[in-house]
């Protein structure tokens, strides 16, 4: 069986969910890579590298510059003619470019799988992950999405896959790139971060959110998140949102400062493998998931945290 398996990439570097997505795909056989875009050699040298990966496709053209999903799925497609999965790691990419293919293959899209039970036995979470479900897919060709979080990233390094270019289907003109707003941060990734500071309604303001949660993350090197309830309200931008709708994340720590702890909230960082909660209602549900629990206000606790830190 050949795996076929979308690469991430930005400003000429493969993304790490790409690295969980080859680990999932080498549970289904033979792992192939496609790098899509516009001089991205170096990418698909960094891809080659990557252990466990037999092959690099390259598509190296002006079409898949901005990873337009329309113009990204159709070479999928005709990759797909000698491959029986396709898999996308669960983020929005991937989430914008399998359905379509899928559609285009006419299959079923097996959607955020945790586990690879067999060639075409998959574990994924239902309810909010509250529920596990196996599916068993009798398609002749997958297209599954892969929670990164679940699977270990497979090593950068220790790969020598030969690199093949292919001429791809080009731009389709079903849509075309206007342009884009990336925020910058010195912070590392919310879905690659060893520590994440989360902060929820509690905060009160925007002002309050930055003056408070930004010095705690800055001196544990962490990334910044947040509850959909502070993103909603303005306090925090919609990037940072963790939790059924945002981001799914499985740090080695997690802080949620002023968050009530929601099932939504919880079905992002549940896996996290420590979680300190500070929160001033010691029945709050969050208290049920963390290791560590802080009662108090948390406008005088984290300033006092960050100052000891
Ligand atoms: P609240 O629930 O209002 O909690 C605030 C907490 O702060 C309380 O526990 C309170 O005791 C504590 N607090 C207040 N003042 C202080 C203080 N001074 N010091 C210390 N503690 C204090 N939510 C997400 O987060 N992510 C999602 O992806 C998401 N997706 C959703 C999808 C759907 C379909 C739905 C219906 C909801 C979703 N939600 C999501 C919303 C979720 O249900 C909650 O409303 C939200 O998580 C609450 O955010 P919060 O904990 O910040 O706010």
């Known amino acids: 069986m050949i795996a076929l398996v979308l690469v991430e ?6 993304k790490d969910a790409t690295l969980a997505t080859v680990t999932a795909a ?8 496609l790098v899509a875009g516009e001089n991205v050699g170096g990418v698909a040298e960094e891809a080659a590298r990557i252990a466990g990966v037999a092959k690099v496709h390259v598509a190296d053209n002006a079409a898949y510059a901005h990873g337009l ?5 159709p070479l999928v497609v005709e990759l797909m003619q000698h491959c029986d999965a ?15 293919v899928a559609a285009l293959l006419d299959v079923m899209q097996i959607s955020d799988i945790l586990s690879v039970e067999g060639p075409d036995t998959f574990t994924r979470p239902i309810y909010a992950g509250n ?13 599954i999405t892969v929670r990164g979080t679940a699977f270990e990233k497979a090593a950068k390094e220790g790969g020598s896959a030969t690199i093949e270019q292919t001429g791809g289907t080009g731009d ?45 993350a800055d001196k544990l090197g962490a990334a910044v998140g947040a509850s959909r309830a502070a993103v909603d309200a303005g306090y925090a931008p919609n990037d940072y949102q ?7 994340v499985a740090p080695e720590v997690y802080i949620a400062v002023g968050i009530s702890g929601a099932i939504q ?9 420590t979680i300190v909660a500070i929160n001033k209602d010691e029945d709050a549900p969050i208290f049920q998931v963390a290791d560590i629990g802080l009662v108090g206000d948390l406008f005088k606790l984290v300033p006092e945290l960050t100052e000891k830190l």
């Open 172 to 216: 389709t003109g079903l849509s075309s790139f206007v342009g884009q707003e990336v925020a910058h941060s010195e912070r590392p990734e919310l879905t690659s971060a060893n520590i994440i500071v989360s902060g929820g309604r509690a905060l009160g303001s925007s002002e309050q959110f930055h003056a408070l949660i930004d010095p705690l």
């Open 265 to 273: 909230h919880l079905a992002g960082m549940k896996d996290s493998k």
């Open 242 to 248: 963790v939790g059924q709708t945002g981001k799914i």
């Open 9 to 14: 990439h930005e400003g000429g570097q493969l």
């Open 26 to 33: 080498s549970k289904l056989g033979e792992v192939h890579l």
């Open 131 to 143: 529920a596990i479900a196996t599916v068993q897919s009798s398609d002749a060709r997958k297209v």
């Open 69 to 73: 999903a329309e113009n990204v799925a």
């Open 86 to 100: 396709f898999l996308a790691p669960a983020t929005t990419t991937g989430k914008n470019i399998a359905p379509r």
